[in-house]
DNA sequence: CTGAAAGCGCTTACAG
DNA sequence: CTGAAAGCGCTTACAG
């Protein structure tokens, strides 16, 4: 206890210096790999921190700097697949370069808790990650305050969507075009949509892509169906389409809520390819597993994450060479649940 | 710039001081809410903080106080559903304490790599919450340093598994024996085992529910089949038990194993329930949704990760009562990929 | 009720 | 090559 009140957990700067004889600014020297420092004296001093097992503190660190190294996510979801494995790939990427990684979940999109939650993750020092694929991750990202190291994982924008700042994405437009394209061409006469919900009041980049594709071919467009994130807006957006009979085809946001389609059809009586053809989005691990096993199209998240990670890492050390942005092309899983339409 | 380098960024204590003509001392009182401030000098400064859009450093807050208000979560995984979801329940009842959330990502079991991990959270600062479900978190909660605030997030112990380190768990023995008992009363003769892996070199809590189960039935106790995490894993196993047809009930360590099951009984030709059983473990979100959908047991393990932070909270905050350690009651939840075994 | 001092554990110029 | 000083932005006793 000294006169702050304070109880030293383990050994300081200074505990290592008068180990070792020197003065404490050597051992700064030496753990921070200053060259002139003599050999003798070098050694000495990493004895000294060996044996008091030191470890430099970070926290006086990042103070005495002014910046720590450190990442912190801001998601709406640290569950959902697509989320969970950016957040791995931050998580992997930030490891290696023995950045910490904290995490902020953004509750609400309402301007004021997004605010706080943004100030929070501020707080925090180092940079920050905004995973802007909803209307609280876009806000988030708009009002992260300027000058704060920040790259954004973004759906794939129509137009620049973060002014001057970084940004990654993976081509989910691209992807949507794809899968619907091969829905088509199986034969049938259009591809009906249940929509994940959007990052914006416009139309999303998944819901972009399917539509050019049915636009392209000549086909009706149908109004999308909202289902929300997991299989129970899935089941429920299902229950609905299998209504109507004329519905022979189904492309859904993502995996889950394709889950919850193929369930529905399932209770409506509707084979699947048989009478109606089923597609997801993501390659979620479950979905070859299914019965009939999905067809989907896979996107790279962890490498997003990866890619995010290195993009803040530039930024941060200010080496930042000039980044790619599209991190990976999509790819089509044609599995069981995609056929030709009933004769 | 200063002297040191530093540029500033945002106001400090000092700025506001000056705006309110108060010394920073006073500063420091209004914004710790400490009584003795007069009211009219509080509100200056109070006024001045609002002007400057004043935020107090946290690093220098931590450095000061020997402490930060922050946890991080060392977890062998962040994607599986019963990791993910107690990773959720820890960042909610920490943002609703202001308290910041960091992830550890075990990705080894390897003794030193376990120990670089702990070293680096415990250099974050604050407490630490490691999940103990598999041998690389049972390695790390072991290796935490004396004097660390920890809580480690356990299987059901056969004894206290952590010494006087506080910890937290949901019932999976139970858990395991209330489906196994299940399984036996629709009249199935024993009940076959996929296991996730286990936590030590000794039976996991789930296996040893299960198996006391056979026991008291006096039914006989086949060799539980390795799975490991994934539906793949699932599928593999399912296929071996598949060929066996004495195989009437399986009960599978998870609902992703449960999941691969499924599918290798669809393509070995047998069907669910009507020939084989199956039960899984967790009630994860899709498994409602499933073709047979599945039965399965629901874990709460959001409130698991809440329970693990409220613990850790009151050891930091030194105002810790006796905590509860068991968390919640599992709950049978019987769906249609259960049934009588055949006649 | 309020201010001046010492300290948290480190780094960065500045001297020698 | 090495040491003494000043500083990062805050808190905690200590004086008045």
Known sequence: MNVTGHTRGSSSIRDVAAAAGVSYQTVSRVINGHPSVRQSTRERVLAAIDELGFRRNATALALARGRSRAVTVL???????????????VEEAARAAAYSVGVGVLESADEAAVTVEVQRAADAGGGLIVIAYDPAGVRALESVPAGLPVVGVVETPASDPTGDRPWVWTDDREAAYEVTRHLLSLGHETVHYVAIPSSTRRTSARTGGWRQALKEAGA?????VQGGWGPAGGHAAGLELARDPSVTAVLCGNDDLALGVLRALHEAGRSVPGEVSVAGFDDAPHSAYLTPSLTTVRLDFTGLGRAAFALLHGVLEE?????PRRVSVPELVVRESSGRPPA
């Not at 979801?77 to 969970?84: F, I, K, S």
């Not at 009706?220 to 999308?224: K, L, M, N, Q, S």
């Not at 080496?319 to 980044?323: D, G, L």
Request: charged share 5%.
């Open 75 to 89: 998601t709406a979801n640290t569950t959902h697949y697509g989320y969970a494995s950016i957040l791995q790939g």
């Open 220 to 224: 009706p467009e149908p109004p999308p």
């Open 319 to 323: 080496s930042a060479p000039v980044a």
